[in-house]
């Protein structure tokens, strides 16, 4: 039969593996329930067994608030535009681990801090290394946490930006959101000849092409990888500005309906 006497609620808190203080505050709140036994607290085996359970059991973890993701974001700022390349990645890699996903860290805490550094040095207040430095920590930063989900993938995703458009962050940040989308992407970066780029779809099981475009110079030749790819029977989705990633992501969807359902 097991033993049912009372546990002292200093051998209760190591059972639980807490500190004495803590069980005595779960005691005084009410949390675990306990008697008083010659002038000192005791616990019943039933209360004690039970409470372990219950902590046992896992909990869903909300993830960060937008509150949090602003205050976040201004930290990123600072250290972007001062170069902090160690702080950048621990900011953006605490809140992964905290539940924020991939698209929302892009959207709400990197992508500000971007915008503004650009703004400065269009305004003529720092120097274009800067702007430089901040992208390519970024870069980094998405290149570490880039996630892999579990399940069947929805299909393979191939990302770049033709010759000419020598922005590679945009493409980053999309296969980045892509990814954790649950697809498998082939991330080509900018800059891509455009015959190389339809060659490379051609001779690769790609299900959709996902064109950034941040030079509206390029028309022309975007438009003519457009055509090719069509042509091959390749989906292509194109991002630029003023879309955002839950844009690009819904219009990769439905350009893929058949298989995009994971």
Not at 94 to 99: A, C, S, Y
């Amino acid at each position: 039969m097991p033993n049912q006497l009372p546990v002292a609620l200093r051998a209760a808190a190591a059972e639980l593996g807490v500190h004495y203080q803590t069980a005595y505050r779960w005691v005084r709140n009410g949390r675990l329930p306990a008697t008083v036994v010659a002038g000192k607290y005791s616990v019943s085996r039933l209360d004690l067994d039970e409470f372990a359970q219950l902590r046992a059991r896992p909990t869903a973890v909300s993830a960060p608030s937008l509150q949090r993701l602003d205050g976040q974001a201004a930290r990123m700022h600072e250290a972007l535009r001062s170069g902090d390349d160690p702080t950048a990645r621990q900011i953006a890699r605490r809140l992964v681990d905290d539940g924020t996903p991939v698209k929302d860290l892009i959207v709400q805490v990197l992508s500000p801090p971007l915008r503004q550094i650009g703004q400065s040095w269009h305004d003529g207040e720092i120097s274009i290394w800067v702007e430089h430095r901040a992208s390519a920590i970024v870069e980094r930063i998405l290149g570490e946490l880039t996630p892999t989900p579990r399940g069947r993938r929805r299909g393979t995703a191939m990302v770049a930006a033709v010759s000419g458009d020598q922005h590679a962050l945009p493409t980053a940040m999309a296969a980045a959101a892509l990814r954790a989308d649950n697809w498998r992407v082939e991330h080509l970066g900018a800059d891509m000849p455009p015959d190389e780029l339809v060659e490379f779809c051609a001779t690769h099981d790609i299900t959709v092409a996902v064109l950034s475009v941040t030079n509206s110079h390029l028309e022309a030749v975007v438009q003519h990888v457009v055509t090719a790819l069509r042509e091959s029977a390749t989906p292509v989705v194109i991002g630029g500005p003023g879309r955002t990633l839950d844009d690009l992501l819904a219009e990769v969807r439905a350009a893929t309906p058949q298989i995009s359902t994971p």
